[in-house]
């Protein structure tokens, strides 16, 4: 049983919210899977279609970050929660109307707008309804189970995928909407959390998430080493394609091997991360293992054989440490340096540093490692290493801005600043 409790959430809160993380991502990657065949067979778009569309709702969910966030500050986070869970599952009912451009832009637009305010409002309502020694510790199993719900979702859309017809490539709007729903009506269930609703008017004005800098800063720097996410799934497969002798078949079997290790350690790698001290050392840990993978990868551009295989491996499981840790420290700062009556505020624009710390990373890297090979990845890693030397003085300007706008009530409870 002592083993066994490692993979489960000790709370009731917890593991309700580890069961919502499985429903949610078995329905969005169900859709996921099959959604390229989808949008090219059934909507009619071209490839090149697909991807500016993408790109527009990409910006559109940029650049109104911040204002969702503030609406859960303004009308309770659980409630925005549910409804923008149940709108945004309703959204996919409308897949099978859309046939052409327009009308494939304005849905991916609403649904990645809807899903910045929901994004938001649910990691308020978390952060909120855990106590900081619990708040790390339990996103790390929301995450893990997110894992466990893609992996199922992608078999059941590979399933679809897979049928001699487009039957079931046409069903599957309707079943994410069915299970996204289903997930939705559990958010009403769920205990209210202990949560300060922001007056219309309030008088805090010189708190705004906005106007903390050295937040802003962290974000973006969080950002920059979540640009692991772009290693992972971009440039190191197009790199093991291209200038490798590494087999295709591999890449699957990495993926693979991401997912594993995302279940199995998430929560491991999050031990210690709920303080701003170990927020810093999990993104230190990240940093020097994305390193490390820099440093693996680039050499078999002139291997052969297994021993190309065995490296390309070692730096996608090293890559998955980055991840890992990252993420982690991510959660920490989250917790620690958000101000308990602007948590969705907080959310918004750590959403929106995030994205401007990590939008560039695709095309960047990509350049980066197809033009300069070996240098590229050298480039990388001194990215990484140099955003990760800001973010110490970005955590402390951000623990400093919250220490002189809070009440004195509230100072009392602040985090020990970190050296």
């Given at each position: 049983m002592s083993a066994l409790s490692r993979f489960l959430p000790s709370s009731g809160l917890a593991r309700q919210l580890a069961v919502l993380s499985v429903l949610e991502a078995v329905g969005t990657g169900t859709f996921l899977t099959g959604s390229a065949f989808y949008f090219t067979h059934v909507v009619g778009l071209s490839a090149a279609q697909v991807g500016a569309g993408l790109t527009i709702a990409g910006v559109a969910a940029f650049v109104t970050g911040f204002p969702l966030g503030r609406l859960g500050d303004r009308w309770g986070r659980q409630r925005v929660w549910f409804v923008g869970a149940l709108l945004f599952a309703l959204l996919y009912l409308a897949w099978p109307l859309v046939h052409g451009f327009a009308g494939f832009v304005a849905i991916v637009v609403m649904a990645e707008v809807i899903d910045s305010a929901v994004s938001s409002a649910r990691g308020a309502y978390t952060l909120d309804a855990f106590s900081p020694e619990e708040r790390v510790r339990s996103m790390a199993f929301m995450k893990a189970a997110l894992n466990i719900g893609f992996t199922l979702g992608a078999s059941l859309g590979g399933v679809a995928l897979a049928l001699p017809t487009d039957t079931g490539i046409r069903v599957l709007p309707y079943a994410t909407a069915a299970v996204l729903m289903g997930a939705a009506l559990l958010i009403p269930r769920l205990p209210t959390a202990d949560q300060q609703v922001?007056?219309?008017?309030?008088?805090?004005?010189?708190?705004?998430?906005?106007?903390?800098?050295?937040?802003?800063?962290?974000?973006?720097?969080?950002?920059?080493?979540?640009?692991?996410?772009?290693?992972?799934?971009?440039?190191?497969?197009?790199?093991?394609?291209?200038?490798?002798?590494?087999?295709?078949?591999?890449?699957?079997?990495?993926?693979?091997?991401?997912?594993?290790?995302?279940?199995?350690?998430?929560?491991?790698?999050?031990?210690?991360?709920?303080?701003?001290?170990?927020?810093?050392?999990?993104?230190?840990?990240?940093?020097?293992?994305?390193?490390?993978?820099?440093?693996?990868?680039?050499?078999?551009?002139?291997?052969?054989?297994?021993?190309?295989?065995?490296?390309?491996?070692?730096?996608?499981?090293?890559?998955?440490?980055?991840?890992?840790?990252?993420?982690?420290?991510?959660?920490?700062?989250?917790?620690?340096?958000?101000?308990?009556?602007?948590?969705?505020?907080?959310?918004?624009?750590?959403?929106?540093?995030?994205?401007?710390?990590?939008?560039?990373?695709?095309?960047?890297?990509?350049?980066?490692?197809?033009?300069?090979?070996?240098?590229?990845?050298?480039?990388?890693?001194?990215?990484?290493?140099?955003?990760?030397?800001?973010?110490?003085?970005?955590?402390?300007?951000?623990?400093?801005?919250?220490?002189?706008?809070?009440?004195?009530?509230q100072a009392e409870s602040l985090p020990i600043t970190p050296s």
């Open positions: 922001a007056p219309a008017h309030s008088p805090r004005t010189t708190g705004t998430a906005l106007r903390n800098r050295g937040y802003l800063a962290t974000s973006v720097m969080s950002g920059v080493l979540a640009t692991n996410q772009v290693l992972l799934s971009v440039v190191i497969p197009l790199w093991i394609v291209e200038q490798t002798d590494a087999p295709r078949v591999l890449l699957a079997w990495l993926f693979g091997t991401n997912t594993v290790l995302a279940i199995l350690f998430q929560v491991s790698a999050s031990r210690g991360a709920d303080t701003l001290r170990g927020a810093l050392r999990a993104s230190r840990r990240s940093t020097a293992f994305l390193v490390l993978s820099c440093v693996v990868i680039l050499v078999t551009h002139d291997t052969i054989g297994w021993v190309t295989i065995a490296l390309v491996w070692l730096a996608y499981i090293t890559v998955t440490g980055a991840e890992l840790f990252a993420a982690a420290g991510q959660w920490g700062f989250q917790s620690e340096l958000s101000d308990v009556h602007r948590r969705g505020e907080y959310q918004g624009v750590a959403r929106v540093g995030i994205a401007f710390g990590s939008l560039w990373a695709p095309a960047l890297y990509t350049w980066l490692t197809t033009t300069l090979h070996a240098v590229g990845w050298l480039v990388i890693a001194a990215i990484v290493i140099a955003a990760t030397t800001c973010l110490g003085p970005s955590v402390r300007s951000a623990d400093a801005f919250l220490r002189r706008t809070a009440s004195p009530a």
